[in-house]
């Protein structure tokens, strides 16, 4: 089952893993992803819950949003402190070859340009982060926004294995960050742990779970906590109705001059709700 763990590793590493197969899998059903923007998109919404597992109120928000010149960007993911994932990409059908190493080309997908982290917490300003995208692996970049933007360093790995068909087969992440005071030789003795894991995707293929990776490489770590992770959005009708009262007495007649009904979409988790032309003229009547 689709989860995130967190915990503590010697006092010098706050560590969390992630695993997310039928998340990512549903993101691909609802929003019909190429296999490149199945990668693309669901390590993406892998890494927005990995950065979500620092947060102590259910207010907390997390929004990352890969700007870039890829021809499957821009790409927006969101999750909250419980784990609850959406999001989508702007070119969901785009198919790329695969890159030199025979893997889905996911830094080609989205190009060079900016990744843009906002943080929202219940009575603050959300607060926003900007970085140059790396390499467009997801993984990296967002390492170099906690290093640079939030001052913590921070290894991200994060992947996804899709089947040939399509289908997802795995999705797995790591999120590990190096607590102050932390000698240099522990930290370049995990960077060569790291460096030998190996593909995070294909051990999670082969029945890793989060719980079992983390023992690999943190013996004896504590766990503080697990929580569920699932593809959930909090889209409803009542919120595209508001949206189109908002839209005004004209631009609403307007509408109902060439359309019977309008069908309205949310972009973050592709559920549609259908306006009935009674249910569009009330509203006209209100507006
Ligand atoms: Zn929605």
Redesign the pocket.
């Known amino acids: 089952m689709d989860h995130l763990v967190i915990g503590l590793a010697y006092g010098k590493f706050r560590i969390a893993a992630i695993t997310g197969k039928d998340t990512v899998e549903e993101a691909r059903k609802r929003h019909n992803l190429s296999h490149t923007a199945t990668a693309a998109l669901g390590r993406s919404l892998l890494g927005a819950g990995l950065l979500a597992s620092s947060f102590k109120s259910d207010k907390e928000r997390i929004l990352l949003q890969f700007r870039g010149d890829g021809p499957v960007s821009p790409i927006v993911a969101m999750a909250d402190r419980n784990v609850n994932v959406?999001g989508y990409c702007e070119n969901p059908q785009v198919e790329l070859e695969l890159n030199s190493q025979g893997k889905l080309d996911v830094g080609g997908a989205i190009g060079s340009g900016m990744l843009y982290v906002i943080r929202e917490r219940d009575n603050y300003e959300p607060y926003t982060g900007t970085v140059p995208i790396q390499t467009g692996e997801v993984g990296d970049d967002l390492a170099y926004y906690l290093q640079i933007s939030e001052q913590v360093p921070s290894a991200v790995g994060l992947g996804v294995l899709v089947d040939p068909t399509g289908e997802v087969r795995s999705a797995a992440g790591l999120l590990v960050q190096v607590l102050p005071g932390v000698p240099e030789e522990d930290i370049i003795q995990l960077e060569e742990k790291l460096m030998n894991l190996g593909s995070l995707s294909h051990r999670f293929d082969q029945g890793e779970t989060p719980e079992s990776l983390l023992d690999d490489l943190f013996e004896g770590w504590n766990k503080l906590e697990e929580r569920p992770l699932k593809f959930a959005?909090d889209?409803s009708k009542e919120r595209f109705q508001r949206g189109l009262f908002s839209l005004g007495r004209e631009e609403l007649s307007d509408l109902l001059e060439t359309q019977q009904s309008v069908e309205t979409v949310?972009r973050?988790?592709g559920?549609k709700y259908e306006f009935s032309r009674e249910e569009i003229e009330e509203l006209m009547k209100k507006a």
């Open positions: 959406r959005c889209c949310c973050f988790c559920e």
